[in-house]
């Protein structure tokens, strides 16, 4: 089954607002990372959390990593239209080689 | 620089017809990674190489599938005897040695009728 569990399945607020997204897993991981889809293409890398990392920010966006309940959350705060899109976590680890991702969060920005 | 090149964009074919899909990686990159995105759904793993490793295999549905990547570069995704159900996206991604983020292509949609 999937590593990476993204919830809510979708999130729809205003311009301004702050969307948080939040993802569990399952096992024992190496880096949990954060990606956005634009119009169901290609990924797009947000940022990445190593398993020894608390929270890390980056522009608009707030990540945080509590490995003891395998969770992360994603904050973007003043949220914008332009941040319209599904978000995905993804999580690497020790037991195996690849990228297991989430099923995502569509996030809806209204003007 | 280029990124990741995928082609065709898009593919329509008959159901039983066999279907190649291509990836390019970045350069110097040495991981490739397949996955293949149903409509509104998550990605599902299919395969993973790294440098001169063998692939990791374990994601591909059925023996219909298979995939190669000549010379550590591009990577060619083959379906054979193509079902409506494999009508999908398949995005490709590649990544540099050690570092875990991953660059992805824009996606094949193959749409089998």
């Known amino acids: 089954s999937q590593q990476g569990e993204e919830d809510p399945q979708a999130l729809s607020i205003q311009e301004g607002e702050n969307a948080t997204m939040n993802c569990s897993y399952k096992?024992?991981?190496?880096?949990l990372q954060w990606y956005r889809q634009n119009s169901g293409r290609g990924l797009v890398h947000l940022i990445l959390?190593?398993?020894?990392?608390r929270e890390k920010h980056s522009g608009r966006l707030r990540v945080t990593l509590d490995t003891s309940k395998k969770s992360s959350s994603l904050l973007i705060t003043a949220s914008r239209a332009a941040d319209t899109a599904s978000y995905f976590c993804?999580?690497?680890?020790?037991?195996?080689?690849?990228?297991?991702f989430g099923k995502g969060t569509m996030l809806l920005v209204s003007p | 620089g280029a990124g990741v090149s995928q082609s065709p964009s898009n593919k329509v074919t008959e159901k039983g017809k066999d279907v190649e899909l291509r990836c390019d990686p970045i350069?110097?990159?040495?991981?490739l990674y397949w996955y293949r995105q149903s409509l509104g759904q998550g990605l599902e793993f299919l395969i993973y190489?790294?440098?001169?490793?063998?692939?990791?295999k374990s994601g591909l549905p059925s023996d219909r599938f298979s995939a190669e990547r000549t010379g550590g570069s591009v990577s060619t995704l083959t379906i054979q005897r193509t079902q409506q159900e494999d009508s999908a996206v398949y995005l490709c991604?590649?990544?540099?040695?050690?570092?875990?983020?991953?660059?992805f292509g824009q996606g094949t949609r193959l749409t089998v009728v």
């Open positions: 991604a590649s990544s540099e040695p050690g570092r875990p983020e991953a660059f």
């Open positions: 096992t024992s991981i190496n880096n």
């Open positions: 959390i190593r398993s020894n990392e």
């Open positions: 993804a999580t690497d680890g020790a037991g195996y080689s690849t990228l297991t």
């Open positions: 350069s110097g990159h040495t991981a």
């Open positions: 190489f790294q440098g001169n490793s063998a692939p990791d």
